[in-house]
């Protein structure tokens, strides 16, 4: 009897992690099969045809990217038919539970939705709270659009700050992305912004302009720590530099498996890289920890061979009255596809999908240390 309840467990446990590991998949089957639901309309190709993406924030943990890990958040996917898929308003925040605060280290908080009281708004006087708006869309001529706009605040919480504003570093107000890729020859991305602000060294937030050539702003020595704990820092001396710039390749996003290209491609969307450079409180540098997010990633596909359909409305890519089609990648983790050594903290992908929530967090900054330890070991046996 024992062997054949250990021989259920093991199945069931097999099965679990199957369904799990191939979350990402099913969803996006299931929301195929409900985009083809409409009676007389055709449906596009799931693997090669006209197809768009959403996203409104997501982060990558460390510079090594074969060790390093990342949080994404729920992918907006357009339908098989002509239909929109929205974010849905309960995401206001990343990390927006638990498991996403564990692998985003715990310090840092992308804002990015409404706030019923001005007292727990994390923007500057002046900048109203506002529903995000991010939707990917196959418009009635089976052009594929998509769109992301909101306000997003970046706050370091280990600041200890009485109000939310008190710990915020970066600001982009009225920030907006969208692609269209209306045929062969009409793909167009584009990134805008009203305001940037920025918390510089002398601790004031205020506005700083982008450079008008399309360029990188880069701002640097900001009092800013770690996304996430690390043994021996102090955020007094700890020290951090940001560079804010726009999506310009498809693979500067942060992204699923399922978020595909096509033959021809548009991007759009604000990359901020962040170096922090950790010190220990008598200013001794204890190592550099790398954080990417991409807030507002959108992107639209076409085949090379695309012909969009005619339809009613003001022409190729306008939609009137599309319906709403949920389609959506989930939120998860995404890590290394390669098996690790024992002694490895890397996790291969189908465990990073179950438990990358406990792992990612700590990735850039333990694996930082221990490259520390050798070099210093190294030195030793040199006799430096």
């Known amino acids: 009897m024992k062997t054949v309840a250990a021989t259920r467990a093991r199945t069931a446990a097999k099965v679990l992690v199957t369904t799990f590991a191939t979350l990402p998949v099913l969803a996006l089957a299931a929301a195929g099969a409900e985009a083809q639901t409409a009676p007389g309309t055709q449906a596009v190709d799931e693997k090669s045809g006209p197809v768009s993406f959403a996203n409104i924030a997501s982060v990558r943990l460390g510079g090594d990217p074969q060790h390093g890990g990342a949080l994404i958040t729920e992918t907006q996917r357009s339908p098989l038919t002509p239909g929109q898929s929205r974010l849905g308003s309960d995401r206001l925040a990343v990390p927006k539970n638990d498991s996403e605060r564990t692998t985003f280290g715990g310090n840092y908080e992308i804002d990015l939705g409404k706030y019923a009281r001005a007292s727990e708004s994390p923007y500057p006087a002046g900048i109203a709270s506002r529903d995000h708006e991010v939707v990917a869309t196959l418009e009635a001529t089976n052009v594929p659009t998509a769109s992301a706009a909101t306000n997003y605040a970046l706050r370091d919480n280990a600041r200890g700050g009485a109000k939310p504003?008190?710990?915020t570093m970066l600001v982009l107000e009225g920030a907006r992305?969208?692609?269209d890729c209306a045929a062969p020859g009409k793909v167009t991305g584009s990134s805008s912004v009203t305001r940037v602000w920025v918390r510089g060294e002398d601790g004031r937030l205020r506005q700083v302009?982008?450079?008008?050539?399309?360029s990188a702003l880069r701002v640097?020595?900001?009092q800013m720590g770690a996304p996430g704990k690390v043994?021996?820092?102090d955020h007094g001396t700890t020290r951090s530099d940001v560079e804010i710039s726009r999506v310009t390749a498809f693979d500067q996003l942060v992204k699923q498996d399922g978020w595909r290209?096509?033959?021809?491609?548009a991007q759009g969307g604000w990359r901020l890289q962040i170096t922090t450079h950790v010190r220990a409180a008598d200013n001794t540098e204890l190592q550099d920890v790398q954080t990417g997010i991409v807030?507002?990633?959108v992107s639209c596909s076409i085949p090379k061979d695309f012909k969009p359909n005619a339809a009613g409305g003001t022409g190729t890519g306008a939609t009137t009255q599309q319906p709403s089609v949920p389609t959506e990648v989930p939120a998860g983790y995404l890590g290394t596809a390669a098996a690790a050594p024992a002694d490895d903290l890397r996790v291969p992908l189908g465990a990073g999908l179950l438990g990358g929530g406990v792992v990612f967090g700590a990735l850039a900054i333990v694996l930082g240390r221990r490259r520390s330890a050798r070099s210093v070991r190294s030195a030793s046996s040199r006799g430096e």
């Open 165 to 167: 504003v008190d710990n």
């Open 177 to 179: 992305s969208a692609v």
């Open 209 to 214: 302009a982008m450079p008008g050539d399309g």
């Open 220 to 222: 640097t020595n900001l």
């Open 231 to 233: 043994p021996e820092a």
């Open 261 to 265: 290209s096509g033959d021809l491609t």
């Open 295 to 297: 807030l507002g990633g």
